[in-house]
């Protein structure tokens, strides 16, 4: 049986077809002080898995309630899966006095949990903050599905070093295509400067692959220079579209021609579904 977090409702639906398993009735509601509860009805007391992206606080606490129903109506075992697992970028104290919320996050998450999956965490160093240690699920090559047929003599481009093999896996999904690098210096939160690399981009179609874009200033920084280069088209890929706040704007504005994510956050991006990725491994 698939139970839903409210964050990961069509992602859910999708993994429950591809897996021929019952989707769970769930509601969401609050209590007049404002506490959560999530409700889980006609729990089967097989397997569950529970699917929860935590883009909030919330959906933490869902996620956990979510868990306890699960074995309360006796479920013989339970299994997570966090399409998009938050607060896993703070995963060390980079300053003192600092928590490592990851590690705090995947505490709280494996004591509900009798084996955990991740799609693409940041840094795989996370998963042994889980106990068991969680299970990473790559549903970066899913990004090129969504691509046009016939780019231009195509560059598969990660904005900082770290992307590079997640640029390297959708080159290799797309079939054809150099891959290259930029240097990223981040100078706070909303503030980066993305360094070029020698790659002759003019008149090219390029494609700039990432794990994540949050605030999309890395993207959009990306994206502005490519398009100062005489860049044919640029098109973004991310697997977990959170675009927060003014992120699509700023996208829009440096002259993007489409971005497209997974549905482990679900946004209008969210043009493929990492269900059948996730089917693997259950
Ligand atoms: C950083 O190493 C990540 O791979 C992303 O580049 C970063 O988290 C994106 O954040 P933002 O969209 O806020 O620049």
Redesign the pocket.
């Known amino acids: 049986m698939i139970i839903s977090g409210s964050a990961s409702q069509s992602l859910s639906a999708e993994l429950a077809a591809e897996l021929d398993e019952a989707l769970a009735p769930v509601e969401f509601e609050r209590f007049p002080d404002g506490e959560l509860i999530a409700r889980v009805g006609d729990v089967s007391p097989d397997r569950a898995v529970v699917v929860a992206s935590t883009p909030t606080s919330d959906a933490h606490l869902e996620l956990l309630q979510l868990q306890d129903a699960a074995r309360e109506a006796g479920a013989s075992e339970v299994v997570t899966v966090l399409p998009y697992m938050g607060y896993a970028?703070q995963d060390a104290a980079f300053e003192p006095g600092e928590p490592v919320s990851a590690r705090a996050v995947a505490r709280a998450v494996s004591a509900g949990s009798d084996r955990t999956l991740v799609v693409n965490p940041?840094e795989d160093a996370v998963l042994d903050f889980f106990d068991p240690a969680a299970t990473a699920v790559d549903a970066s090559p899913r990004l090129a599905e969504p691509l046009p047929a016939a780019l231009s003599d195509p560059l598969f481009l990660a904005?900082?070093e770290?992307?590079v093999d997640i640029a390297t896996a959708v080159r290799d999904a797309y079939g054809q295509g150099e891959t290259d690098f930029f240097e990223?210096t981040r100078h706070s939160?909303?503030d980066?400067e993305v360094t070029p690399s020698d790659a002759a981009v003019a008149g090219r179609d390029v494609v700039v692959v990432?794990?994540?874009?949050?605030?999309?200033?890395?993207?959009s920084e990306a994206v502005a220079v490519l398009s100062d280069r005489g860049a044919a088209r640029v098109f973004v890929a991310c697997v977990h579209p959170l675009l927060a706040r003014s992120?699509p704007t700023k996208l829009s504005r440096a002259g993007v021609e489409a971005v497209y994510g997974t549905d482990t956050l679900e946004r209008a991006a969210s043009a493929v579904s990492v269900a059948p990725s996730l089917a693997e491994y259950l």
């Open positions: 970028r940041h904005p900082d770290g992307a990223k939160g909303v980066v990432d794990d994540i874009i949050a605030t999309g200033s890395t993207m992120a």
